[in-house]
């Protein structure tokens, strides 16, 4: 966020050993997004007390220093932490409630992913009844489900887990950061592993409520690469603040309440998809030199241990070579966004990274039609008909 531009007072909600790097946050911050954390298995610190934050932005509070345009709330540790971010951002969005669009809170609810809640199971209400005050939420796919009581499956499901959220908490802008649907059937002979990770892509959903409350659905699907990034849904939401206020400044929204575009907008013309295009391309780009550098480390951590003796190891020091392999190798994989700043800040190949607009047609159990001039087939499943274009 000071790459681009943006003047940051963080709070820490863990405060674990680490180097000295960016973090996220506006008013609120979550954990470091580079440096040590938990994926290391090796790690030193505590997790911030609720009071502690409350402590901290009162002091900010003392020296007048929070008079903020946006929040970002990412990683809370416990009920009492998520309670205690909606309290200063309830009491932010009250001293703004005489200028609309004057204060944005983006809400990062961080509970957990692929099937597994990774928070205490109570920070689940507490996040949920904090949604009718956010402006934009980020959630993955799992925690959406957990958000919305919908289960996932389909672009139906995920069309209906997105107005639930829309309708049920006012919740003008949603994108889910990671979507996983089935693939299409095929009768093409098995890919190798190499073959499966070319062609691996993650779909990021959005939208953006119309006046009455149904969702403007966009898509963007990305590459995926072969390694696991720690720390990518961080820069996804830090790069989120700066890019989401520029395009709602350039389309004239700031003095609207929670920068809604007017219903005539269509989905991909949306401050959130322009927004999210250069916050993918970015990304991709960060995450492309590090995967350098991740291979590249691999080919070492190789080297060194063909050229390693092997003389007298026993469990205890095999064990310990492991521990060392998983550091190192973690390591490498440290996003490299010092050394991409320009990256973030000219984000490359924009084309790659544009939103296309999402229409699901669900349709009555048993009955088919066949496709009408767009080309769109609507389905006897029950799964609906889906129109990308």
Not at 23 to 39: D, F, I, Q
Not at 141 to 160: G, N, P, Y
Not at 182 to 206: H, N, R, V
Request: net charge negative; glycine share 6%; hydrophobic share 40%.
């Amino acid at each position: 966020m000071q790459t681009l531009g943006c003047e940051v007072s963080a709070i820490h909600t863990v405060n674990y050993s680490r180097q000295l790097r960016y973090t996220v946050g506006v008013a609120v911050s979550n954990h470091p997004l580079l440096g040590n954390h938990v994926a290391y298995r090796r790690f030193k610190g505590r997790k911030t007390p609720a009071e502690e934050v409350s402590e901290l932005y009162q002091g900010l509070k003392d020296a007048g220093l929070d008079q903020f345009d946006m929040m970002l709330s990412g990683y809370c540790p416990s009920a009492s932490t998520v309670e205690q971010v909606g309290k200063i951002a309830r009491e932010l969005k009250f001293q703004a409630t005489t200028k609309p669009g004057s204060f944005f809170w983006v809400l990062d609810p961080v509970m957990g992913d692929n099937g597994r809640i990774y928070v205490a199971e109570d920070t689940v209400p507490v996040y949920k009844n904090l949604l009718k005050d956010a402006d934009l939420i980020l959630p993955n796919q799992f925690e959406a489900e957990l958000l919305s009581d919908v289960k996932i499956h389909d672009l139906t499901s995920m069309k209906q887990a997105i107005t639930k959220l829309h309708q049920a908490h006012q919740l003008p802008h949603i994108l889910i950061t990671s979507i996983q649907l089935p693939q299409s059937t095929s009768s093409t002979p098995s890919k190798t592993e190499e073959d499966l990770a070319a062609t691996a892509k993650l779909t990021i959903i959005g939208s953006t409520s119309t006046s009455d409350n149904k969702p403007r659905l966009f898509r963007i699907t990305v590459p995926a690469l072969p390694i696991f990034f720690s720390g990518t849904g961080d820069m996804f939401a830090a790069l989120m603040v700066s890019r989401l206020r520029k395009a709602a400044a350039d389309a004239c929204l700031l003095g609207t309440q929670a920068w809604k575009s007017p219903d005539d907008v269509p989905a991909t013309e949306l401050p959130l998809a322009q927004a999210a295009e250069k916050v993918l391309a970015s990304m991709h780009a960060v995450l492309k030199d590090t995967e350098a550098q991740y291979d590249a480390a691999v080919k070492k951590l190789q080297h060194d241990q063909q050229h390693s003796l092997a003389e007298g190891q026993g469990p205890e020091k095999e064990a310990e070579v492991e521990a060392q392999r998983h550091l190192r190798l973690t390591r490498a994989a440290e996003i490299r966004v010092v050394r991409n700043a320009r990256a973030l800040r000219e984000p490359p190949i924009l084309d790659d990274f544009r939103a296309h607009a999402v229409e699901v047609v669900e349709e009555v159990e048993g009955h088919v039609n066949a496709p009408d001039e767009l080309g769109v087939v609507k389905v006897a499943s029950g799964e609906g008909a889906v129109h990308q274009t």
